[in-house]
């Protein structure tokens, strides 16, 4: 069961830093810093539903046919 956790912690991470666009916010010198903590909250909040669905999914996966 902890293994399994782990599991999902990791893929969480993953899935949040492959959906961050950090190439174009942090090399860019216009992003200011209050900008820059907005887009990543917003692209946090937009994440949480796809990591529920991949949860949901390795733990049921009848529910993805």
């Known amino acids: 069961m902890k293994s399994r956790i782990r599991l999902y912690i990791l893929l969480a991470a993953i899935w949040f830093v492959i959906s961050l666009p950090l190439p174009w916010l942090v090399g860019n010198e216009n992003v200011s810093a209050s900008s820059f903590y907005t887009i990543l909250g917003i692209v946090g909040i937009m994440s949480i539903p ?14 993805a046919s």
Not at 50 to 63: Q, T
């Open 50 to 63: 796809f990591v529920m669905l991949g949860i949901a999914w390795s733990v049921k996966p009848e529910l």
